[in-house]
Every structure is written in structure tokens, then in C-alpha cells.
């Protein structure tokens, strides 16, 4: 089955560059459907999507980050990333990889994520 | 942005009750709505996918409903592996947003 699992570095001091990777294993990223989502989430608090790449070179950004931010996929390693610059305390979250895809079952292309990675603490702290 | 506004933020009910959380959209969007189910140290999990279908998997004690701005999740029975905090997510237009969550406590 399809699975993710994120990886890079817990410990960062402010105004250093976040770098998340996502690894992709039992399926392709290569599906242009498909967009591979960051979800972030701050201890004790709710989830904040951060953006998400496709294959067909679409890239959507929230925002909030829209100007520290940016994502890539690698179809050779089937692995996206994340780059988050001049980060601050407040970027201290769990950080997710996620697969938004659409229902193939009722046929009405409802989006949604389904597929999840355990998640990465990254901890910004001088 | 499209805000999701989530209540109560927090409940507490008996093994065996039925609990209704309610989400409300900022502005329309149709049966673009999402419900998962998260417990302590993990990640999300889909229960409820376009407003009321459910996820294969997923107990037929949980269902969903709603269109347009207004959303319900509905646990008819709860067991003690419900115990988690559950987020509704819009799915209708980008930035993706979720409610603040709710906690589902047992009484």
C-alpha cells in the first residue's frame, strides 16, 4: 500500500531554512491528479495546510507563507520537499506529508487527503 | 480565504451516546467538505469524504451531512476509541482550510 514518511532535520535556529522530504513508497507521485500536500501543526493547536505541488508543475501556497515558501517533486526518487526560509519559533510544528486526491468511487471528483505521513516535530529555537 | 468554524470545541459524552459536531463555511461550498478523526500523537485520519460518504474502513457509527456553508459529523454511538479530536477541511478552492477541531472526551 501506499505510504509516506517525512524526514530532515528536528532542530533549527531562527532565521535558518526548514528543508522537509517527503518519500513516496508503494505508488507513483508521477499521477498529474494528484497534489502533495504540506499540513502543519503547532503543539496543542489545529491543523494549517502550507501548500502542495502536482506533477503537472501546479504549485499552490497558503498565503500566510506564500513568501517564505516553496515546494518541489522529484519523480526520479518519487519524493517532494518542502523549503520554508527565515524561520521563527512560530514555525515549531509537527509537519505532515500528505496525498490530496480525488474519489474515484462516487464519481462526483470530491477532493480530500488520504493518505498521511506520521508526521516530522520540527522545533525552531536559538 | 474560506474560514471553517467548528462547534462546540470541546464535548463529553457516554459510551453508548450520540454526539453532533457542527462546521460552518465562511462562504459556499457545496459538498466539498472533509471530516477526520486525529488522536494524540498521530496523524489525521479520513472518516467522511464530500460531505457524507465514508471512508472504506470506517464505522457506520460515523456519518456526515450538509451542503453548501453548513456541516454535521454524527457519531451515533460512541466507543472509547472514538475519544479524539475531529477537523472538518474545506476541499472547494485553495488555501485548503480546516476548523480549529473539536475534542471528544468521554463523560
Known amino acids: 500500500q501506499v505510504q509516506l514518511q517525512e524526514s530532515g532535520p528536528g532542530l533549527l535556529k531562527p532565521s535558518q531554512t526548514l528543508s522537509l522530504t517527503c518519500t513516496v513508497t508503494?505508488?507513483?507521485?508521477?499521477?498529474?491528479?494528484?497534489?502533495w500536500t504540506w499540513i502543519r501543526q503547532q503543539p496543542g493547536k489545529g491543523l494549517e495546510w502550507v501548500g502542495c505541488?502536482?506533477?503537472?508543475?501546479?504549485?499552490f501556497y497558503n498565503p500566510s507563507l506564500e513568501s517564505r515558501v516553496s515546494m518541489s517533486l522529484d519523480t526520479s526518487k518519487n519524493q517532494f520537499s518542502l523549503h520554508l526560509r527565515s524561520v521563527s519559533a512560530a514555525d515549531t510544528a509537527v509537519y505532515y506529508c500528505?496525498?490530496?486526491?480525488?474519489?474515484?468511487?462516487?464519481?462526483?471528483?470530491?477532493?480530500?487527503?488520504?493518505?498521511w505521513g506520521r508526521g516530522t516535530l520540527v522545533t525552531v529555537s536559538s | 480565504d474560506t474560514q471553517m468554524t467548528q462547534s462546540p470545541s470541546s464535548l463529553s459524552a457516554s459510551l453508548g451516546g450520540r454526539v453532533t459536531i457542527a462546521c460552518r463555511a465562511s462562504?459556499?461550498?457545496?459538498?466539498?467538505l472533509n471530516w477526520y478523526q486525529q488522536k494524540p500523537g498521530k496523524a489525521p485520519k479520513l472518516l467522511i469524504f464530500?460531505?457524507?460518504t465514508s471512508e472504506g474502513g470506517v464505522p457506520s457509527r460515523f456519518s456526515g451531512a450538509g451542503s453548501g456553508t453548513d456541516f454535521t459529523l454524527t457519531i451515533t454511538s460512541l466507543q472509547l476509541e472514538d475519544v479524539a479530536t475531529y477537523y472538518c477541511?474545506?476541499?472547494?478552492?485553495?488555501?485548503?482550510?480546516f476548523g480549529q477541531g473539536t475534542k471528544v472526551e468521554l463523560k
Open positions: 464530500g460531505a457524507s
Open positions: 505541488v502536482s506533477n503537472s508543475g501546479s504549485k
Open positions: 462562504q459556499y461550498i457545496g459538498r466539498d
Open positions: 477541511q474545506q476541499s472547494y478552492a485553495t488555501p485548503r482550510t
Open positions: 500528505a496525498r490530496d486526491t480525488f474519489d474515484t468511487v462516487t464519481a462526483e471528483l470530491r477532493r480530500y487527503f488520504d493518505l
Open positions: 508503494g505508488g507513483s507521485i508521477s499521477n498529474d491528479d494528484d497534489f
